[in-house]
């Protein structure tokens, strides 16, 4: 009878948090995942959660309890972040976090003696590195992705510097940004305790603004101030690692320096060929023919393999050149930087990257996208808050037309209809 009711919390969790629109497949996998990071009745209270910002007074009526009760609850979760806990306007709100970017990373963003975290990377890289269902779902589900790459600076043409706007360089991010957390980087720290760990740093991987309160409250992560962050981020730049961002233009969540060899994205890229894998920059790489040596140095530094070197006729004592795959190249501007014949250089791309406007927007194409919308508008409906629900519905009021219509048809809402047509009606009065 126990191991039925250990088996009912962690199914019910594992379908929670599939509810989000970057969801993880349930598995037997994930379930033994569960079942070392929390217990079976923390399993089962995790998953009645809204999965949108709630108060302690929420959660308790949830649960069924004494608000202080929960609260208690909520604070023991919180500490090992399985939950984050943010100050808003002096009031504590909680957030359960998808699994990606979230409690995955955060289990092993720092050393836990009460986890054998050898056994978790272990599960995590199987789940992740070995099954196809949990990263495909991730990074081919749908057309906006969970990240965004960001352009390395210093390999930005004079020229094309005007282009880039700040949200768009890593910079920009750090000095804006309210608080900044350092943790452990989970991609590396995972591959390191499976035996297959890189030379790059691991303390390095940024946590920003809200997210970062909560694990520097509870020790996740160390905080560092906006002179550190830039150093670490130059430090990043100097070993050719590629800043991969929230896919968000405000209040950005994270800054990870990745390496080709462990981040899940540009694994995904590489193994399953998914070319849309983390938004490109608004920039792709150039190579001018007449001045490769064929050194191969920027072949050596693609984080996805979007660069080879063809074949020079034989007999013709010519080296080879650098060719580009188009579909792959992220824009990042690492090859630039190592080309000492300057022969590649960052072109705007003809067609400009929009990233969404914040959380609740992304979150929105998301779910729109992997037919999972419903479940942001009317999961625990009653213990939405007004704020929470006008900013989903905000943005889905901002989409296109074509996105628009299908938020209907998947919602078959009268009510999103009407709002929908309120819309139109405004727009097109301006022009009586």
């Known amino acids: 009878m126990a191991e039925h009711r250990q088996e009912n919390g962690y199914h019910r969790m594992m379908q929670r948090v599939n509810k989000f629109p970057q969801g993880a497949p349930p598995s037997e ?18 998953s009645l959660l809204p999965l949108r910002p709630f108060s302690a007074l929420k959660a308790a009526r949830v649960w069924r309890m004494d608000r202080e009760a929960a609260r208690g609850r909520l604070e023991q979760m919180a500490s090992r972040s399985l939950l984050l806990d943010i100050e808003r306007e002096g009031k504590m709100v909680y957030v359960l976090p998808p699994p990606m970017a979230g409690f995955f990373e955060f289990s092993l963003m720092r050393l836990r003696p009460e986890l054998d975290q050898k056994e978790l990377a272990g599960l995590f890289f199987r789940y992740i590195n070995v099954e196809e269902d949990f990263i495909r779902d991730l990074f081919a589900g749908g057309e906006t992705p969970l990240g965004r790459v960001l352009v390395n600076e210093e390999a930005i043409p004079e020229e094309k510097v005007c282009q880039v706007l700040d949200y768009e360089r890593a910079s920009e991010v750090i000095k804006s940004a309210t608080h900044i957390a350092v943790g452990l980087c989970y991609c590396r720290h995972k ?12 303390d390095i991987c940024m946590t920003l603004n809200l997210a970062a309160q909560s694990l520097i409250r509870h020790g996740a992560a160390r905080s560092v101030d906006r002179v550190e962050g830039l150093d670490l981020l130059q430090k990043a730049r100097d070993l050719n690692l590629i800043q991969c961002a929230d896919n968000v233009q405000r209040q950005i969540n994270f800054i990870c320096h990745c390496c080709g060899c462990c981040c899940e994205a540009m694994i995904a890229a590489r193994r399953l060929a998914i070319p849309n894998a983390m938004y490109t920059t608004n920039f792709i790489q150039a190579t001018d023919p007449a001045r490769c040596d064929g050194c191969g140095r920027c072949v050596a530094v693609c984080p996805v393999d979007a660069i080879s070197l063809t074949r020079a006729p034989e007999g013709s004592g010519m080296p080879g050149k650098a060719r580009l795959n188009s579909e792959l190249c992220l824009g990042c501007g690492v090859c630039a930087r190592n080309c000492h014949t300057t022969a590649v250089r960052l072109e705007a791309r003809e067609k400009r990257i929009l990233t969404p406007v914040n959380t609740a927007h992304r979150l929105v194409q998301m779910a729109l996208e992997r037919g999972k919308l419903q479940n942001l508008i009317f999961d625990n409906q009653a213990y939405l808050s007004h704020r929470a629900m006008a900013a989903i519905l905000g943005a889905i009021l901002r989409l296109p037309p074509v996105k628009r219509l299908t938020a209907s048809r998947q919602l078959k809402s009268r009510y999103l209809e009407r709002l929908m047509a309120d819309v139109e009606v405004t727009r097109f009065s301006r022009f009586d």
């Open 29 to 46: 996998l994930l379930l033994k995942i569960y079942s070392l990071l929390c217990s079976e009745e923390e399993a089962r209270l995790l």
């Open 191 to 202: 591959m390191l305790q499976v035996g297959k760990g890189c030379r790059a740093p691991l």
